[in-house]
C-alpha cells in the first residue's frame, strides 16, 4: 500500500494514457519479438539487394592450378581397390 491508500496494481490498472496502455501492450504480448523478427528480417534484405557478392579471383578450367595429369599411375588400379575396400570395412 502506497501513502494514499491505493495499491500499485490498482493504480496502473486506472491508467488509461497512451504511454501506460503502450507500455502495457508491450510486456503482455510478443510486440517484442515481433519488433526483433522484422528488424532481423530488413537486415537480411539489406544484405541480400545492396551488399556486393565476393567474386573469386581464379577460374576452375586455368590450366596453371589444375592437378597435372600423370603418364605413369604411381597406384596399381588393384591396389587402389584393396585400400578402397579396408576403408569400407573400418
Avoid at 573469386?56 to 592450378?65: G, S, T
Amino acid at each position: 500500500m502506497t501513502t494514499s491508500g491505493v495499491s500499485r496494481k490498482s493504480r496502473v490498472a486506472n491508467d488509461t494514457g497512451l504511454y501506460e496502455t503502450l507500455l502495457r501492450f508491450w510486456q503482455k504480448s510478443y510486440a517484442g519479438d515481433y519488433l526483433g523478427l522484422i528488424l532481423l528480417l530488413a537486415a537480411y534484405l539489406a544484405i541480400q539487394f545492396l551488399g556486393e557478392p565476393f567474386h573469386r579471383m581464379f577460374r576452375l578450367d586455368d590450366p596453371r592450378i589444375q592437378y597435372p595429369h600423370a603418364e605413369v599411375e604411381r597406384v596399381s588400379v588393384c591396389t587402389s581397390r584393396e585400400r578402397s575396400e579396408i576403408g569400407r570395412k573400418m
